[in-house]
């Protein structure tokens, strides 16, 4: 089992940032793969960015160059610094982990972007 914990979302306005942080516990070890996802009201969650231990990164077309994920290993804990946030990437942000099937999810944080 893993456990994620989300933080850092919040109210911001257009060309500000965010940085979410992800702190995972529990079989931990086990986890290969980190990422951040997205879901907007009435839609499916979609990929934001992820990062494996080895650490390759993918990102989204939408995110590449504004967003970037990272992996503090000493702390357990997965970062998304969101920069030049727009409004459109209001959303409920979820850190994932994956273990066998990417199956652990985290409870899910909201980023508002004002105009």
């Known amino acids: 089992q893993v456990q994620l914990v989300e933080s850092g979302g919040g109210l911001v306005q257009a060309g500000g940032s965010l940085r979410l942080s992800c702190v995972a516990s529990?079989?931990?070890?086990?986890?290969?793969?980190m990422g951040w996802y997205r879901q907007d009201p009435g839609k499916q969650r979609g990929l934001v960015a992820s990062?494996?231990?080895?650490?390759?990164?993918n990102y989204a077309d939408s995110e590449q160059g504004r967003f970037t994920i990272s992996w503090d290993n000493s702390k357990n804990t997965v970062y998304l610094q969101m920069d030049n946030l727009h409004p459109e990437d209001t959303a409920v942000y979820f850190c994932n982990s994956c273990v066998w099937d990417c199956e652990y999810w985290g409870q899910g944080t909201q980023v508002t972007v004002s105009s």
């Open positions: 529990g079989n931990i070890a086990s986890i290969y793969a």
């Open positions: 990062i494996f231990s080895g650490g390759h990164t």
